[in-house]
């Protein structure tokens, strides 16, 4: 490898070995920002393609049909030479990237795990990479957007590039915006207005699908979410692509408002794109809102039972935290749309917060949904209003 001129260490991430900048030479870049590598390597980012190797493959048992895989933002190509190694039906696996050593730290992976005949490398723009792909017969089963910051920039060209029905996966980094401290930055890239709530995790995965949608909407292309999630510094979504105006329209109307209350800490559900100002129920307060955003489902649950089975059959590094998370995205599957966090909640209250699952157990005796949330682990997922939630903090045992 002498055309590369920087040190490079040998690492196992999953069934796959690669190439990457040695850590022992490069401390400052991986404690601040991989950004600042030669190449482009996030080593707590192994979290996030553990769940896309689940998701890709859920997608292609679902298919079951050899499919093609674009992964055009490639760094190193880890995740792509994982998706031709752990993914069964692969056929072909692109990957990209417009840093030149990148692509030459690539070349040098496909090599080290004998993948010549499955992978294919490329040092272009992504966006005129997947341009070139975006006519009939040439179009991706599945594309993976996992850029550094936000996806806002490659999303129109992958959404053309997808075949109908295809599987299309997008991290967004940028969850300071997406969560409200950079307000002017999230009406810019998004369109949406966010709201710095104690869930705004959740909002900020509703606003990259209320894009989703919107963007999707404007070439008769409907979008429909199978998966998602919220962990460390990003979060992470997988959608299907349908292509139909009618289809499209039904997607727009699960757009739609969170209306938040700060007096209460009430919370309202609108549907429609044009929100009109709303007081609340229990305390008459002017209620601020985020939107517009997806108020739809934000799993499939066919999709969360798939890849929670074919986690047994993995070689993961974190298999338990994969494992943790599906768990309970599989009990908030078909909660209603926004969580409580109960130690906020208490704060607020002004009491001492009481035990996390007893909570949940009294919401659940007096007749109401109440689960945890994968979002955050005091997170209480539930259609009791607040004034229930706050009877039951409140009560005496």
């Not at 409200?180 to 995965?205: D, M, N, Q, S, W």
């Amino acid at each position: 490898m002498e055309e590369l001129d920087f040190p490079l260490t040998k690492i196992k991430e999953g069934e796959i070995e690669v190439f990457i900048p040695d850590p022992s030479k490069f401390r400052e870049a991986y404690s601040l920002t991989p950004s600042l590598l030669p190449v482009f390597f996030n080593p707590i980012m192994d979290l996030n393609r553990d769940f896309a190797v689940l998701a890709v493959q859920a997608f292609q048992d679902e298919k079951a049909r050899p499919i093609t895989v674009c992964e055009p933002l490639a760094g190193c190509g880890v995740r792509g030479l994982r998706f031709a190694r752990e993914v069964n039906g692969v056929e072909k696996v692109v990957v990209n990237d417009l840093n030149s050593k990148a692509y030459r730290l690539t070349l040098e992976n496909i090599k080290l795990n004998r993948m010549e005949d499955i992978v294919e490398a490329y040092n272009e723009d992504a966006n005129l990479l997947l341009s070139r792909y975006a006519k009939r017969g040439c179009r991706f089963d599945v594309i993976d957007i996992d850029p550094f910051g936000s996806p806002v920039p490659y999303l129109n060209s992958a959404l053309r590039a997808i075949k109908n029905g295809g599987l299309l996966c997008v991290t967004a980094t940028d969850t300071a915006v997406l969560c409200g401290a950079h307000f002017k930055a999230c009406i810019r890239h998004y369109g949406a207005k966010p709201l710095k709530t104690e869930y705004c995790h959740e909002l900020a995965v509703r606003i990259l699908l209320g894009f989703l949608v919107s963007l999707a909407a404007k070439i008769d292309l409907a979008v429909q979410p199978v998966f998602c999630h919220s962990t460390n510094h990003y979060v992470r979504v997988y959608v299907k692509v349908f292509r139909g105006a009618k289809k499209a329209d039904h997607a727009l109307n699960q757009l739609g408002y969170v209306f938040h209350c700060f007096k209460c800490l009430n919370r309202r559900i609108t549907v429609g794109l044009y929100p009109q100002l709303q007081k609340c129920e229990f305390c008459g307060e002017q209620m601020d809102f985020a939107g517009p955003l997806w108020i739809g489902k934000l799993w499939d649950k066919e999709t969360v039972k798939k890849m929670f089975n074919l986690l047994e059959v993995k070689k993961f590094n974190r298999k338990k935290l994969v494992k943790k998370i599906i768990e309970k995205i599989f009990l908030e599957v078909d909660g209603p749309p926004t969580y409580y966090v109960l130690s906020h909640f208490c704060d607020f209250l002004n009491i001492l917060t009481p035990p996390y699952q007893a909570t949940i157990k009294k919401i659940l005796e007096k007749g109401y949904y109440a689960t945890p949330t994968h979002f955050n682990p005091q997170g209480i997922r539930t259609n009791a209003s607040v004034n229930i939630l706050k009877e039951v903090l409140l009560e005496k045992d």
